[in-house]
């Protein structure tokens, strides 16, 4: 079992190294189009859809609270 | 005095495992598979291979974005699991699946297809509409699916215990 995990922390360790990039010639470049001015918006543009399917999700769980509260203040409003 | 009956928790956790997968097929099956797009291949076309890797890196934040909603879906049915005042119903169940996947499409077809451009389901064509409200419709048909199901869970009262209980006996 030790051995196991050693052998999977140093694939992880080979893994994550610099001597796994797959084009030494290319990441330059690719790391400089991924890292743009842009990122922050393409990463919300990205997470947007997956952002909105959690809040209905939650909204969904939650929703006898959220009912029971909107009942009250409207009862006391 | 009988305790409510809450089928929301179960809803929500199929409504987020089903809207996870269905992003994994997606991105498995459109995106890898059968190659027809890429998270951002309407802005930035991967016809070389900067631009291939500059897409499967926003390929791979998507993967970990539906990961992680596919994950918090499996801790809510956990939860769930364990409560009294929900029915553990295979059709409720199965229908919030079939409601999440195309909930899924729906709103990221809206949303990125439609709204922000950043993909379209097929690129290779100059008409990408038709492809793109394909998309939408069977999100709208596996909505219809999976709401009968939900309703048909309606009548599916028994919690997990006496489920558990019914069936060993």
């Given at each position: 079992?030790?051995a196991?995990?050693?052998g ?7 893994l ?7 084009c ?18 393409n990463l919300?543009t ?18 006898p609270?959220?009912k ?10 | ?13 199929g ?28 802005k930035m ?14 390929d ?5 974005a ?5 994950a918090i879906?499996l ?20 229908g919030?699946?079939l ?7 729906v709103?990221e ?13 097929y690129?290779?064509t100059d ?12 999100g ?10 939900v ?11 006496e489920?558990?209980r019914?069936?060993?006996?």
């Open positions: 079992m030790k196991l995990a050693i999977f922390l140093t694939a992880l360790f080979l994550i190294g610099p001597t796994a990039m797959a030494r010639v290319c990441r330059p470049r690719v790391q400089a189009a991924i890292h743009t001015p842009e990122y922050s918006a919300l990205l997470l947007l859809p997956v952002g909105a399917l959690l809040l209905l999700a939650a909204g969904v769980f939650y929703a609270l959220i029971a509260r909107f009942l009250s203040s409207t009862s006391h409003g | 005095m009988a305790e409510q009956l809450h089928r929301g928790p179960l809803i929500s956790a409504l987020l495992i089903g809207a996870g997968l269905g992003g994994f097929v997606d991105g498995i099956v459109l995106h890898q598979i059968l190659q027809w797009h890429n998270m951002l291949s309407a076309p991967p016809d070389n291979l900067v631009a291939a890797k500059v897409n499967m890196y926003w791979g934040m998507f993967h970990a539906v990961w992680v909603m596919t879906g801790t809510v049915l956990w939860r769930v699991g364990h409560r009294r005042d929900v029915p553990w119903s295979g059709r409720t169940f199965f919030a699946l409601l999440g996947w195309g909930l899924f499409n709103i077809g809206i949303i990125d297809h439609n709204l922000l451009g950043l993909h379209h389901v690129e290779y008409n990408k509409l038709p492809w793109d409200l394909a998309f939408l419709a069977l709208v048909l596996q909505l219809v699916a999976g709401w009968a199901f309703r048909a869970g309606r009548s599916d009262t028994a919690v997990r215990g489920y558990s019914g069936n060993t006996q």
